[in-house]
């Protein structure tokens, strides 16, 4: 993970009404997906936040997250689909 995608992560996390993030993430089961995700929080490690596909919070790893896009929130639309990357 860059330096960049912690304050895009940090900066969606203090402006959640304007900023979401598009994020590619690798998971256990070496699956790739893109998911549009709203964070709540981040402690380095972990950030939990709410999956716009799933409609649900989840734990993503700083470890699995490939790519962090900001994204204007107005944008998007919900619920927001998890594509296979």
């Keep these: 993970m ?3 995608d912690v304050v895009s992560i940090r ?3 203090r402006e959640p009404d304007r900023f979401v993030l598009r994020i ?3 998971d256990s089961k070496l699956a790739i997906t893109e ?3 709203s964070p709540i929080s981040f402690d380095g490690r972990v950030m939990q936040a709410l999956c716009l596909g799933r409609e649900q919070v989840r734990s993503f790893t700083v470890d ?3 790519t962090v896009e900001i994204v204007d929130a107005n944008k998007v639309l919900m619920p927001e689909p ?3 990357a």
């Design 2 to 4: 860059k330096p960049s």
């Design 64 to 66: 699995g997250i490939a």
């Design 11 to 13: 900066r969606a996390i």
């Design 82 to 84: 998890i594509r296979e």
């Design 24 to 26: 590619k993430y690798v």
């Design 35 to 37: 998911r549009v995700v």
